[in-house]
């Protein structure tokens, strides 16, 4: 697979972004380390880890922040650090206290990594890479988090890395099965952004429909409701695709 698919594969992981830029990401390791492991967020929570591999040694966390959730580069780097430094604390079982570094415990990390394993490399994941200023904020906030921590399930001096599409794109390799997966998850992405703005029409017989539902199953007025919600952005979708 020659360079202009390599680039074409980093910008497909540059224009995606929230659970879609992860979903690609996992994917694509899964594709390139046999023993990828995702992490589900079921039943409480991924403990800050989206995926790890190599018996448990390697961790990773994703961030596919809205493009267009930011005027300023200065917000996005602000944005990216704080969610990296937050998925740290997790790993490193400390927390905030006002200045301080308090030990917090992380429950569920228990139920994920393998036993008598510790994370020795944790890489950070993200869909905008296009400045070097957010570097230093996490290698130093990552630094204090192990001084600060008992290091029950990542090594004191375990190294951190930030990972864009770039860095992914030309790690490894790109295949066309890569590439057409890409491809589908941007246009669904375009067609669900769509579909937040499509105007239901007359949505008299849908809602009576629902009121009937309710009348008739009692005691389950919210997960009715949740049905309608679904049912409504199914409906979203579909005129959205149409159009």
Not at 49 to 58: A, I, K, T, V, W
Request: hydrophobic residues 35%.
């Amino acid at each position: 697979m020659g360079q202009p698919q390599i680039s074409e594969y980093e910008q497909s992981l540059e224009s995606l972004s929230g659970n879609e830029f992860q979903d690609e990401v996992s994917a694509y390791l899964q594709a390139v380390i046999i023993d990828f492991q995702t992490v589900p967020a079921s039943p409480q929570g991924d403990a800050g880890l989206d995926g790890f591999s190599h018996h448990g040694e390697r961790a990773y966390c994703c961030y596919g922040p809205e493009h267009d959730a930011f005027k300023k580069n200065k917000e996005r780097e602000d944005a990216i650090v704080e969610k990296f430094k937050g998925d740290l604390r997790r790993l490193y079982e400390v927390d905030t206290d006002g200045k301080k570094l308090v030990l917090s415990e992380n429950k569920e990390i228990e139920t994920i990594l393998p036993k008598k394993r510790k994370i020795k490399h944790v890489e950070l994941i993200v869909n905008w890479f296009g400045s070097h200023r957010i570097l230093s904020r996490i290698l130093t906030a990552a630094a204090e988090y192990a001084a600060a921590s008992l290091c029950r399930y990542i090594e004191t001096d375990a190294t951190v890395t930030v990972v864009g599409p770039k860095q992914l794109a030309n790690r490894y390799f790109v295949d066309e099965v890569m590439i057409a997966r890409a491809r589908q998850r941007i246009f669904i992405q375009k067609v669900e952004k769509k579909a937040e703005a499509v105007v239901l029409g007359s949505t008299e017989k849908f809602d009576k429909k629902m009121k009937d539902l309710r009348e008739m199953v009692h005691g389950q007025k919210d997960a009715i409701d949740s049905l309608q919600t679904q049912l409504q952005t199914d409906w979203r979708m579909t005129l959205a695709f149409d159009q």
